[in-house]
T-cell receptor, first 111, second 111 residues
């Protein structure tokens, strides 16, 4: 199959770290992405990682890739109320023309 | 620099009608992709165009068609609209086979 799977909900307290997990199925994926979507808005590219990397850090965001287990995670340090949104994991296969998205994880940040 | 722009923002159509959605990519980007996002789900790939040629197509019926113009802008056309076509239609542009940047989307409601 070509599913990208994510848990549907995550709730954290302001200031804590959030970890959003994703599993994908295609070992030929070249790029793996994290997008953020706020209510009524389009998708904002947060970060991406090449499939030959294990980790990428960008300010409060850390992406970890376990290629053996086809597992991708996004860690948000010092989570703020403005981080409340839906986070989508996505993969682009070799050939690059099709990006497969997960159903999204809704992050709730409690003040 | 302007990001990806889409028009119109919102649209209401009746079953059986036809609709045309428009997208202007980021300046210099030659690839445009279209996605359908039904409420509560992740985006589903419809088409990708690169240098005015269709590069890939998702699992959508022939009622969906698209084209890319010499200036790299793109149109998505949907004929014989069904209630189930109600969704947020997202356009994304990229330079090549790399990260995609999404527009704000066109919200289509079919009544």
């Amino acid at each position: 199959g070509e599913d990208v799977e994510q848990s549907l909900f995550l709730s954290v307290r302001e200031g804590d770290s959030s970890v959003i997990n994703c599993t994908y199925t295609d070992s030929s994926s070249t790029y793996l992405y994290w997008y953020k979507q706020e209510p009524g808005a389009g998708l904002q590219l947060l970060t991406y990682i090449f499939s030959n990397m294990d980790m990428k850090q960008d300010q409060r965001l850390t992406v970890l890739l376990n290629k053996k287990d086809k597992h991708l995670s996004l860690r948000i340090a010092d989570t703020q109320t403005g981080d409340s949104a839906i986070y989508f994991c996505a993969e682009t296969r070799t050939g690059g023309f099709k990006t497969i998205f997960g159903a999204g994880t809704r992050l709730f940040v409690k003040a | 620099d302007a990001g990806v722009t889409q028009s119109p923002t919102h649209l209401i159509k009746t079953r059986g009608q036809h609709v045309t959605l428009r997208c202007s990519p980021i300046s210099g980007h030659k690839s445009v992709s279209w996605y359908q996002q039904v409420l509560g789900q992740g985006p589903q790939f419809i088409f990708q165009y690169y240098e005015k040629e269709e590069r890939g197509r998702g699992n959508f019926p022939d009622r969906f068609s698209a084209r890319q113009f010499p200036n790299y802008s793109s149109e998505l056309n949907v004929n014989a609209l069904l209630l189930g076509d109600s969704a947020l239609y997202l356009c994304a542009s990229s330079l090549d086979d790399d990260e995609q940047y999404f527009g704000p989307g066109t919200r289509l409601t079919v009544t």
